[in-house]
């Protein structure tokens, strides 16, 4: 009793970055987070994982290689099947890589990969897909939704790591699939699954499955609101890629979007609608944000994003009113809180609209989350509507990005986004007076060169 008592000690982890420490403390001195520390009971065994690395090393004595030397051809892509995806990934699946694949309950994680299994396995590749959260017969109800599977694709519900390890090693697969990392354990450490050690172990185990036998691993991980369970940000780090499959739960489609790619771009989105029959990938994404756009409202205006390298239009929809109770409610959905009030600071200083004693609440229309500052003078452009209650004409759009003395900046790719904007069939367009230069191919259209807030407003005025 007392060796066992000898063996396992407690230390705590941070659930947002990972750091152990011996003791509690309320804030974590690596990531500053508050309140983020667990408690966990490990035992000694751990030094099981460091023996095999060391076993690993050994192997692999040729470890050592001058970069000149080191072949390129090494970086072996199978697509997915599924154009959205292998976009997303930086053009098809990387073999020897670990992907996590991070998102809200029920936004569809388990479909997207089961999908890319099915169409992998169709044109060849060897699938290993274990569930850890679901049996055999439910993952079997989905496939039906899904399609005819090939017989490359395998199940397996199990949840111990080192018996899948077992499995991985004599049944050599060329894709694997966790779903999820919460749900699996590893013997030599002691604490219950889905707590930070045991995601944390797991994956590095995954990880030395993947370069060692050159298995392409895609894992699933929860995210709760408040990142609460030992969330995947603790293995952002550790992982190749990670995707994060967004949207509105109750609207229809999904964006898929890399937030770190160690074999491309991290700047691409994949747009996915949810169907009976399972996600289908949306070939024109600015057409489906703007589905359903009221005509005629006052407070929305229509801005465009670059999402890589593809133009989305999307809709900003902004609502201003009187404050009824002291203090001034501001909200934001799908872009910055703080940068909502910045440009309603702006508007205030620079074009002298008392915003001071409004409410404003901001919305990018279906879920997605822009964050590139070429929308900013959309929403400038929604609030004065929402505020003045006048609509603006429904074949505009404008972008442009805002700067603190009220100025508007120029863009990148101002080019392709008024081209989409034409596409789309748009007639007006409020950018940059900087993009002039850049901005060739202007028939079809009436471009607006405005280098102000106020320039623009009086641009509105005027059409
Ligand atoms: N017959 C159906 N028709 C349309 N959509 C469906 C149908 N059945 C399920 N769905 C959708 O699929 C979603 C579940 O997808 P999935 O199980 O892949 O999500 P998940 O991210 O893996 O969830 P979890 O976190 O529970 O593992 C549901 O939220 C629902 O919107
Ligand atoms: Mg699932
Ligand atoms: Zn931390």
């Not at 152990?20 to 490990?42: L, T």
């Not at 899904?146 to 899948?164: A, P, Q």
């Not at 392709?416 to 904007?421: A, H, L, S, T």
């Not at 034409?422 to 079809?444: N, R, S, Y």
Request: charged share 25%.
């Amino acid at each position: 009793m007392a060796t066992a008592k000898n063996k396992t000690k407690t230390v705590f982890f941070c659930n947002e970055c990972g750091y152990e420490s011996p003791k509690w403390v309320g804030q974590c001195p690596a990531c500053r987070a508050w309140n983020s520390m667990v408690e966990e009971r490990i035992s000694g065994a751990t030094n099981a994982s460091i023996k095999s690395t060391k076993e690993v090393l050994a192997d692999k004595k040729q470890r050592i290689a001058c970069i000149n030397d080191i072949s390129l051809e090494e970086e072996n892509r199978i697509s997915s099947g599924i154009g959205e995806l292998d976009r997303v990934l930086g053009g098809g699946v990387v073999s020897g890589s670990l992907t996590l694949v991070g998102g809200d309950p029920g936004i569809g994680k388990s479909t997207l990969l089961l999908q890319a299994c099915r169409l992998m396995g169709n044109a060849g590749v060897k699938i290993l897909y274990i569930s850890g959260e679901e049996s055999l017969k439910q993952i079997r109800l989905r496939a039906e939704r899904i399609g005819e599977f090939s017989k490359n694709v395998e199940l397996m519900c199990e949840t111990d790591l080192g018996i899948i390890e077992e499995i991985i090693r004599e049944r050599k697969p060329d894709v694997v699939v966790i779903d999820s990392i919460q749900t699996m354990f590893l013997e030599d450490v002691s604490s219950a699954p889905g707590s930070v050690s045991q995601v944390r172990e797991s994956t590095g185990v995954l990880m030395r499955i993947a370069k060692g036998l050159d298995v392409s691993v895609f894992i699933v991980g929860h995210v709760t609101k408040e990142g609460t369970v030992a969330g995947p940000r603790v293995l952002e780090h550790m992982v190749d890629t990670v995707l994060y499959f967004e949207g509105d739960r109750h609207a229809a489609y999904r964006i898929l979007r890399g937030v770190k790619n160690r074999f491309g771009s991290t700047n691409e989105i994949g747009v996915f609608e949810m169907r009976s029959e399972g996600l289908a990938e949306v070939a024109n994404p600015s057409e489906f944000m703007l589905e359903g756009r009221p005509k005629d409202a006052s407070g929305c205006v229509v801005s465009c994003s670059m999402e890589g390298t593809r133009p989305i239009l999307i809709e900003i929809q902004a609502l201003v009113s009187r404050t009824n109770f002291g203090i001034p409610r501001r909200q934001a959905q799908g872009t910055d809180y703080n940068r909502l009030n910045l440009l309603m600071a702006v508007l205030e200083k620079r074009v002298g609209l008392s915003l001071g004693e409004c409410d404003a609440y901001l919305n990018i229309a279906g879920g997605i989350k822009v964050t590139e500052p070429a929308i900013d003078l959309g929403i400038v452009l929604a609030v004065v509507s929402s505020f003045r209650n006048k609509p603006l004409p429904a074949n505009m759009a404008a972008f442009g990005e805002v700067g603190l003395s009220g100025e508007v900046r120029s863009v990148s790719q101002i080019e392709g986004r008024v081209r989409e904007c034409k596409k789309l069939g748009f007639d007006i367009c409020i950018v940059p007076a900087t993009g002039k230069e850049a901005l060739k191919e202007t028939k079809d259209i009436k471009i607006c060169y405005v280098s102000s807030v106020s320039e623009a407003i009086q641009a509105l005025d005027e059409l």
